[in-house]
């Protein structure tokens, strides 16, 4: 079944304590993106990945790392997080490779829903 | 003032009843508009995308596009409790963008 994994779906913790949150697909997609939904904003995009190797900053990348060192996984890397990264996390993959004309269509996982206290 | 702007709802309309979902934006370069679904506790998952100005008709989901007023709509003819969801509008300038702009959702429920 084609699907984009994260875990964990749900994660509390302290300010201050670094964390991962794991992403993976298995749809072969180059593109890979994170996001966080909160109340009245909507889906925000954090980091996004054409390719292995490559990444770039979206509309909110203050506080979070990324990598993409296999095509598969992207994981989201909070070095030091604090109470204003509490939100809900999604992960997505699309087929886009860039120099072409698909359309970004993005599938997604069910979320990781953080909580920092 | 957002690219995107959706009306957060929540909307509440009877079985049967058709329901209308709507979207305005500011930047007359996207040209490719898409609405997500997403059910409480899960990931949005794509339920309609459409090109440039018109409709597009997928069974009971009918996708309307204005351009020149900066509009898009979705229309849910007999609506279905299991249509009880978040719906997010989102658009881009062209299909390959990295960047897709999405609506703060609109949220749907339907009462059997």
């Known amino acids: 079944e084609a699907q984009v994994t994260q875990n964990p779906r749900y994660l509390i913790t302290v300010t201050g304590k670094k964390l991962t949150v794991t992403c993976s697909q298995n749809m072969n997609h180059e593109y890979m993106s994170w996001y966080r939904q909160d109340p009245g904003l909507g889906l925000r995009q954090i980091y996004y990945?054409?390719?292995?190797?490559?990444?770039d900053k979206g509309d909110v990348p203050e506080g979070y790392k990324v990598s993409r060192k296999e095509k598969r996984n992207f994981p989201l890397i909070l070095e030091s997080p604090s109470p204003n990264q509490t939100s809900l996390y999604f992960c997505?993959?699309?087929?886009?490779?860039?120099?072409?004309?698909?359309?970004?269509?993005?599938?997604f996982g069910a979320g990781t829903r953080l909580s920092v206290l | 003032q957002k690219e995107v702007e959706q009306d957060p709802g929540p909307l509440s309309v009877p079985e049967g009843a058709i329901v209308s979902l709507n979207c305005t934006y500011s930047n007359s370069a996207f040209q490719y508009f898409m609405w997500y679904r997403q059910y409480s506790r899960k990931g949005p998952e794509l339920l309609m995308y459409?090109?440039?100005?018109g409709n597009k008709e997928d069974g009971r989901f009918t996708a309307q596009v204005d351009k020149s007023s900066k509009y898009i709509s979705l229309f849910i003819r007999d609506s279905q409790p299991s249509d009880s969801a978040t719906y997010l509008c989102a658009m881009t300038p062209y299909s390959s963008a990295s960047k897709i702009i999405f609506g703060s959702g609109t949220r749907l429920s339907i009462r059997p």
């Open positions: 990945s054409m390719n292995v190797e490559v990444t």
């Open positions: 997505a993959s699309s087929l886009i490779t860039g120099t072409g004309n698909q359309k970004n269509i993005q599938y």
């Open positions: 459409t090109y440039s100005s």
